[in-house]
C-alpha cells in the first residue's frame, strides 16, 4: 500500500497535517511555517542545485570542527559520539545555512540543539491534552513554547546578518560585491511581503535546522557505530576515498563515485537505524486504497519502515550486516545509478517516498558522505569491545543508535590527501 500513500495528491493525504497533529507545531512554531512552507522548494530548488558550490567551505568547516571534536593524538582516546557528531553535523550544514562566522557559534549551535528537543518534548506534553481542551493547549503552547525563548535568541545572533543583507540589497538593488551564497540568501531572495521580516526569516533558518540536525546526526553515528564495530571496513574505503580524491579533489563528482562509502552508510541506517513507522499523513477526505480498503477523514497513516527495512524477502539475510550489500548490486549492469542511499523506492524509505519525500536528502547525503570520508581519512575508530554495536534506544515509535556510548578513536596520517 505504500505506492498508494505515495502517490496520493497533498490535497487527500497530508504530511504537514499529520506532523502539525503530532508535534502541535501549529502551537510550537506558529501558523505561518505549516501553511507557508515557501523554504521546501528553496530546499528541492537553490540548495540542491548548489551542493557542487558549496562543498569546498562545508569540506573546510568539517575539517575544522573534526579538529575540535575529536582528538589530536595517536593514541586511542575515548569520544562520546553523539555529542561530537552533533556538533560536527550542525557546524557542516549551518555553513550552508547561514555561512562562517556565525555556523560555528557556541551559543548559536546550542540553541538549534536544544530547540529540537525541546519541541520534541513540548510536543509530548501538549498532546497529553485532550483535543476539545484547546484553550488549555494555547496557555500550555506560551508557557512551555521553545519558540519565543529560542527565537528571541537566535533574532540576536541572525539580526546582523539579515540586516545588513537586506541594506545591501535597497541600496544595489539585487547583487553587490562579496553577496554571501548561502541558504539565508536563497531564502531572502524568495521571500515576500511578511516573509521578510527578521523574525519570519529567524523562524524558517530554525525550522531547517529542525529538520536537519538531529534526522542528519542519528545516520552518521549510525554509520560510526558500524565503521566501530566492523573496523575491517576501514581501509577498503579509506584507499576508495583516497583514490577519488587525489583523482577528482574534495568534489561532488568524487563523492558520487563513492560507491562502495554509500552502500556502507546505507547498510548502517537500514540495519541499525529506521523508526517503527515513518511518512505519516493525515487522510484530510476519506481515502481508498487500492485493495478496497477505505479509511476515514481524519485517520493518522504511516508506513512500517523498520519492518520493510528489515524483510528477508527484499533483503536476504536482513539482520546481517553487509557493507557492500549495494555497492555489489550497482556493479551489476544496467543498476550503476540505482540502490543509491538517497534515491527513495518501495524498499528504501528512510527519506520517505512520493510528493513529501525528504527535500533535503541530496543536500544530507552529501553532507554525510563528506563528514564520514573525512573522518575516514585521518582517524582509526573502534568499540571498546570490538565487534558490538551499543544497544539502540527507543523513544515511542523513535529508534535513536545509542546516546551515551563511547567511540575509541585515534589520529593518523596519510600521505597526499
Ligand atoms: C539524513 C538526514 C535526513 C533524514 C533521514 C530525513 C528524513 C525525512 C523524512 C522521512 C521526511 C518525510 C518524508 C515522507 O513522509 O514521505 C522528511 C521531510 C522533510 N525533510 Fe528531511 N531528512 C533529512 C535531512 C533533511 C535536511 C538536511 C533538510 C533541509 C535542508 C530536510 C528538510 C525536510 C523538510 C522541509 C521535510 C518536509 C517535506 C514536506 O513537507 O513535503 N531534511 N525528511
Redesign the pocket.
Known amino acids: 500500500m505504500i505506492n498508494d500513500i505515495r502517490n496520493a495528491p497533498k490535497e487527500s493525504l497530508s ?2 497535517d499529520a506532523i502539525n497533529d503530532m508535534m502541535q507545531l501549529e502551537h510550537v512554531m506558529g501558523k505561518e511555517l505549516q501553511y507557508d ?1 515557501y ?2 522548494e528553496v ?1 528541492k530548488g537553490t ?1 540542491t542545485r548548489h551542493i557542487s558550490t558549496q562543498l569546498p567551505d562545508i569540506h573546510a568547516e568539517i575539517l575544522e570542527a573534526l579538529a575540535a571534536e575529536l582528538p589530536e593524538e595517536t593514541e586511542w582516546k575515548e569520544v562520546h559520539a553523539f555529542r561530537a557528531i552533533r556538533k560536527i553535523v550542525c557546524r557542516a ?1 549551518n555553513r550552508a545555512f547561514v555561512g562562517a562566522p556565525l555556523c560555528h557559534n557556541p551559543e548559536y549551535m546550542d540553541l538549534n540543539i536544544k530547540f529540537a528537543i525541546n519541541v520534541f518534548l513540548t510536543a509530548v506534553i501538549m498532546n497529553l491534552i485532550p483535543g476539545f481542551m484547546g484553550f488549555l493547549k494555547v496557555a500550555v503552547a506560551k508557557w512551555l513554547s521553545p519558540s519565543s525563548r529560542t527565537i528571541n535568541q537566535a533574532v540576536k545572533h541572525l539580526r546582523p546578518i539579515i540586516q545588513e543583507r537586506l541594506d545591501k540589497e535597497r541600496e544595489y538593488n539585487g547583487e553587490w560585491p562579496g553577496k554571501p551564497d548561502d541558504f539565508l540568501t536563497w531564502l531572502m531572495s524568495e521571500a515576500q511581503g511578511n516573509q521578510l521580516t527578521i523574525e519570519n526569516l529567524t523562524l524558517r533558518i530554525l525550522s ?1 535546522n529542525f ?2 540536525i538531529h ?2 546526526s542519528i ?1 552518521l553515528v549510525n554509520c560510526l557505530y558500524a565503521l566501530a564495530a566492523h573496523t575491517e571496513y576501514i581501509q577498503p574505503l579509506r584507499e576508495e576515498v583516497k583514490g577519488l580524491v587525489e583523482e577528482y579533489g574534495w568534489t561532488k563528482t568524487a563523492i558520487s563515485k563513492m560507491w562502495k562509502l554509500d552502500s556502507f552508510m546505507k547498510e548502517a541506517e537500514r540495519t541499525n537505524g529506521g523508526s517503527a513507522v ?3 499523513r493525515k487522510a484530510l477526505k476519506e481515502f481508498t486504497f487500492s485493495n478496497g480498503t477505505s479509511v476515514p477523514a481524519g485517520t493518522i497513516l504511516a508506513v512500517a519502515v523498520n519492518a520493510v527495512h528489515h524483510d528477508d524477502a527484499i533483503y536476504p539475510n536482513a539482520n546481517n550486516f553487509n557493507g557492500y550489500r549495494f555497492s555489489s548490486i550497482r556493479e551489476q549492469q544496467g543498476e550503476s545509478i540505482k540502490h543509491q542511499m538517497s534515491t527513495p523506492d518501495l524498499s528504501w524509505l ?12 541530496f ?2 547525503v552529501n553532507v ?1 558522505k563528506l563528514i564520514l570520508a573525512s573522518l575516514i581519512l585521518k582517524y582509526d575508530i573502534k568499540f571498546e569491545r570490538e565487534g558490538e554495536v551499543p544497544p539502540n534506544e527507543w523513544l515511542s515509535v523513535n529508534n535513536m543508535p545509542n546516546t551515551s556510548a563511547k567511540v575509541l578513536v585515534r589520529k593518523v596520517t596519510l600521505k597526499g590527501v
Open positions: 504530511l504537514q512552507p523554504h521546501i530546499i540548495l550544514t531547517v529538520a536537519t534526522t542528519t545516520v515513518s511518512m505519516h528512510l527519506f520517505g517516498h512520493g510528493h513529501h519525500s525528504c527535500p533535503g536528502r543536500f544530507a554525510l
